[in-house]
């Protein structure tokens, strides 16, 4: 079956240090896969995403993402942490079932807090 | 701000109760997608409709149906509602099928 595993409830950094939040999905074709973030009370905002090409993917706010199909991993990646990264993080992925139909799934999401 | 907009913010009903939410999706966009928010559930995705056409179905319960009008505006019909119903009804858009989404602040439910 179709899924995405975000192991870790939280993750805790310091600022200034690099920053890892794991993501591994379990599809039938090839994915497609992206990162939002969602700040307190507001909507999920796009990060990065990929589909095909370069393995490591960079996206909005210094974000980046390395996709690793051996692994079946796409975590997301910061070299430096700002408190202001403080949020919850969700990976997401499209599968494809064919007949252009096809539905999103959504981790459990990861609760980062960079830590002053 | 993300161009999508979500009316109404906040509505408290009854169980029992029937309810629509709105959507307006970016300018241009022609998938609308609807998503459901909650502590225990996470984010489940519920439907998408590209140019007034269902795309996707999810986990959608029966009680619950959406539908996208010609100028591309969405909602999503909530009845016969239960405590459980109770949760943050996140909408989103897109160009296409293959692009990223972009999320409306939420209407957030509560059924009492």
């Known amino acids: 079956a179709q899924s995405v595993a975000q192991p870790e409830d939280q993750v805790n950094v310091a600022e200034g240090n690099p920053l890892t939040v794991k993501c591994t999905y379990s599809v039938s074709g090839n994915p497609y896969l992206f990162w939002y973030v969602q700040y307190p009370n507001r909507g999920l905002q796009f990060l990065l995403k990929y589909i095909t090409g370069d393995n490591l993917v960079k996206g909005s706010y210094g974000f980046e993402a390395e996709f690793n199909k051996s692994q079946t991993s796409f975590h997301l990646k910061k070299p430096s942490a700002l408190v202001s990264d403080s949020a919850l993080y969700f990976c997401a992925v499209r599968d494809v079932f064919g007949s252009g139909t096809y539905k999103y799934i959504f981790g459990t999401g990861t609760r980062l807090k960079v830590l002053a | ?112």
């Open chain 2, 1 to 112: 701000d993300s161009g999508v907009t979500q009316t109404p913010k906040h509505l408290i009903t009854a169980t029992g109760q029937r309810v629509t939410l709105r959507c307006s999706p970016r300018s241009g966009d022609l998938s609308v997608y609807w998503y459901q928010q909650s502590l225990d559930q996470g984010l489940q995705f519920l439907i998408q409709y590209y140019n007034g056409e269902e795309r996707a179905k999810g986990n959608i319960l029966e009680r619950f149906s959406a539908q996208q009008f010609p100028d591309l505006h969405s909602e999503l019909n909530l009845s016969s509602l239960e405590l459980g119903d109770s949760a943050l009804y996140f909408c989103a858009s897109s160009v296409g099928n293959d692009y990223e989404q972009y999320f409306g602040p939420g209407t957030r439910l509560t059924v009492t």
